[in-house]
């Protein structure tokens, strides 16, 4: 079949089949630094919530700077909204992009600013982790505003309430559920910084992301939040 007459079927011929799960209403772009963690505990909070893998796109792009990830997102929501107008999706109602701070961080602090004050990325959304994302699964365990020299030091500090983790296991679902703990903890360490005026080290906005997403769940499905 040619190109032509594939393309005279109209939107239709690409529209999904049945959703595993109704439409939450809303669509995500989440841009992201690493390969597996990140992605991997996204997507075990997907299906958790029980929101449809097309409305929360994660992606991992092959640079991993601020700014390269940054770009990354303006291209896709750019490419998306085109497609929007054709029918043939629906635009992101947020895009993310999420990546480290990991010390020595003083030329990764440079960029992520030039990053955030680029003129495209004015709607896009950061969720900015100090040392690491690791600090974020490490507030699932416990509450600590004590600085981390790097994301090593994070992940023996995580072991002790994930012994068996590793940048390619997926959260279990035990660990996952004391998400509303570690919401509570990140707002707390930003708090510490703002209240003592602190390098940032450590903290954390992963929770803004994941309390969107929660919002974007069926009122029975959303972890129950303070």
């Not at 495209?120 to 950061?126: P, S």
């Not at 100090?130 to 004590?146: A, K, M, Q, V």
Request: aromatic share 8%; glycine share 6%; net charge positive.
């Amino acid at each position: 079949m040619s190109k032509k007459r594939a393309f005279a079927r109209g939107p239709s011929a690409y529209r999904r089949g049945k959703p595993q799960f109704p439409s939450s209403g809303k669509a995500f772009l989440i841009v992201t630094e690493g390969e597996k963690t990140e992605p991997n505990y996204f997507k075990v909070l997907r299906d958790r919530l029980q929101i449809n893998a097309a409305e929360v796109e994660i992606v991992h792009p092959a640079g991993t700077d601020p700014i390269t990830l940054t770009k990354k997102a303006i291209e896709l929501r750019e490419a998306r909204r085109k497609l929007a107008k054709k029918g043939f999706a629906i635009a992101y109602d947020e895009v993310w992009v999420a990546f480290d701070l990991e010390k020595p961080h003083d030329e990764r602090r440079r960029l992520a600013e030039q990053a955030m004050g680029m003129k495209q990325a004015a709607e896009i959304r950061f969720a900015i982790s100090d040392p690491c994302f690791e600090f974020w699964l490490l507030l699932h365990g416990e509450y600590t505003t004590s600085p981390f020299v790097d994301c090593d030091s994070v992940v023996k500090r995580l072991e002790k309430h994930w012994p068996a983790y590793s940048k390619g296991q997926p959260p279990s679902q035990p660990f996952l559920g004391k998400l509303p703990v570690a919401m509570t903890n990140a707002q707390r360490c930003r708090e510490h910084h703002r209240s003592n005026e602190g390098d940032g080290n450590p903290s954390t906005k992963v929770d803004v992301l994941v309390k969107n997403l929660n919002a974007a769940t069926r009122g029975h499905l959303q972890f129950q939040l303070t």
